[in-house]
């Protein structure tokens, strides 16, 4: 197949005599000959088949074509020129970061994770409780887990799970008051609210729509899934969890799923990571382990 790029120092010596003007001036630049220029340009000249300085004794100007050529390639030097600088300021990395909220992180992602070998990844995992929005470059994250909303749309972003919503409690809450939540008083209603963040969290009156209307203000008010379950294995109440958030403590015993249907959560869990990353071995070991 033939090479269709033009070679990077003739379009270096090009991009620079046509923006300083002169052979000379793009010679100091590089600390080279003005004659070292003169040849890098002609090479490119060649490979395009054009003529892009017209040359008057030591003063050159640019051709029609080089007119063509040199806006784009200036443009693309200054890319190359910031992207050069960034990398440098960016200090190489030497773990990869998962950033996830905090009932994600203290309940399902374990389960997920477990079947990962570590050791194989080749760099050290760092799990990070956080709340959205995160910044991917500031936050030094490299793959976000959240729920419902579409703030990282520049991002790569990977279905992992939609969920249900079942109400809770203590065997020994059970054996009290029943398993009927709706029977249940309102001050012993575990109420979540995950914050602005969020467009929706569990609600018990849409939980319960058509048995009765549930006042929001009585009762325990937490701001995440694995504290409200955490109330409720203590026998504090009867909270509305995330079907996965559960599942270890209903297999388990240490709470009872009540007698009403669970029902849809409105949006799915998803996985977020830089594009740039979408074929590192490392970060599709971490996804698939995920289940995306």
């Keep these: 197949m033939i090479k269709r790029t033009a070679p990077l120092n003739a379009l270096?010596?090009?991009?620079?005599?046509?923006?300083?003007?002169?052979?000379?001036?793009?010679?100091?630049?590089?600390?080279?000959?003005?004659a070292a220029i003169s040849q890098q340009v002609r090479l490119l000249e060649e490979f395009w088949g054009t003529t892009l300085f017209v040359r008057q004794g030591n003063r050159i100007a640019l051709t029609d074509?080089?007119?063509?050529?040199?806006?784009?390639?200036?443009?693309?030097?200054?890319?190359?020129?910031?992207?050069?600088?960034?990398?440098?300021?960016?200090?190489?990395?030497?773990?990869?970061?998962l950033s996830a909220p905090q009932s994600v992180a203290e309940t399902w992602l374990a389960s997920r994770l477990s079947v990962l070998?570590?050791?194989?990844?080749?760099?050290?995992?760092?799990?990070?409780?956080?709340?959205?929005?995160?910044?991917?470059?500031?936050?030094?994250?490299d793959i976000r887990i959240f729920y419902g909303h579409d703030l990282y749309g520049d991002y790569q972003v990977d279905a992992l799970f939609s969920d249900t919503l079942v109400a809770v409690a203590s065997p020994e809450f059970?054996?009290?008051?029943?398993?009927?939540?709706?029977?249940?008083?309102?001050?012993?209603?575990?109420?979540?609210?995950w914050g602005q963040a969020y467009?929706?969290?569990?609600?018990?009156?849409?939980?319960?729509?058509g048995n009765r209307i549930?006042?929001?203000?009585?009762?325990?008010?937490?701001?995440?899934?694995?504290?409200?379950?955490?109330?409720?294995?203590?026998?504090?109440?009867?909270?509305?969890i995330p079907q996965t958030i559960a599942e270890c403590d209903?297999?388990?015993?240490?709470?009872?799923?009540?007698?009403?249907?669970p029902i849809p959560m409105?949006?799915?869990?998803?996985?977020?990571?830089?594009?740039?990353?979408a074929r590192s071995p490392v970060v599709r070991s971490v996804i698939r382990a995920l289940g995306a």
């Design 65 to 97: 074509a080089g007119l063509t050529a040199y806006p784009s390639l200036g443009d693309a030097m200054v890319t190359i020129e910031e992207l050069s600088s960034q990398m440098l300021r960016t200090p190489h990395r030497n773990r990869l970061v």
């Design 199 to 209: 467009s929706t969290s569990p609600n018990w009156n849409r939980f319960l729509a």
């Design 12 to 34: 270096r010596a090009f991009e620079a005599a046509a923006r300083t003007g002169s052979f000379a001036n793009a010679a100091r630049e590089f600390g080279v000959s003005p």
């Design 214 to 240: 549930v006042n929001q203000n009585s009762g325990l008010r937490v701001q995440s899934s694995s504290t409200a379950l955490n109330f409720a294995r203590n026998g504090c109440g009867v909270a509305l």
């Design 266 to 277: 409105t949006h799915g869990y998803r996985v977020a990571y830089p594009k740039r990353l």
């Design 174 to 193: 059970v054996a009290l008051h029943g398993r009927v939540p709706g029977n249940v008083d309102d001050h012993r209603l575990i109420h979540t609210d």
């Design 250 to 261: 209903l297999s388990s015993g240490r709470v009872i799923q009540l007698d009403e249907p």
């Design 117 to 141: 070998d570590l050791s194989d990844l080749g760099l050290p995992l760092d799990i990070r409780i956080d709340d959205d929005p995160i910044d991917f470059v500031q936050d030094s994250i």
